[in-house]
């Protein structure tokens, strides 16, 4: 069985950056695509931004230039470094696989920006 653990998220004030990691067990991480997902309160949950098996990303329009995707195959872990933050980024971040969510969702990380 996967799970699924975010961490990395935080209180950050507009213009910060943080670094997010989703950590993988129960399966060889390295075979599957993995997406950023993000849900704001009262919205439904969204794509940030996806990485391929063989490192290929892409992002969503509201992120692009700002975030960026890698994964550490060696770790089991994908990481999402997120630049220039701004009030708008303040959701629970999650990870999970594409090109459709299929293990269940870990518990996510709070991203806040704020001054």
């Known amino acids: 069985q996967v799970q699924l653990v975010e961490s990395g998220g935080g209180l950050v004030q507009p213009g910060g950056s943080l670094r997010l990691s989703c950590a993988a067990s129960?399966?060889?991480?390295?075979?599957?695509?993995i997406a950023w997902y993000r849900q704001a309160p009262g919205k439904q949950r969204e794509l940030v931004g996806s990485i391929t098996s063989g490192g290929s990303t892409a992002y969503a329009d509201s992120v692009k230039g700002r975030f960026t995707i890698s994964r550490d195959n060696a770790r089991n872990t994908v990481y999402l470094q997120m630049n220039s933050l701004k009030s708008e980024d303040t959701a629970i971040y999650y990870c999970n696989a594409i090109p459709f969510p299929k293990w269940a969702w870990g518990q996510g990380t709070q991203v806040t920006v704020s001054s």
């Open positions: 129960g399966t060889i991480f390295n075979r599957y695509g």
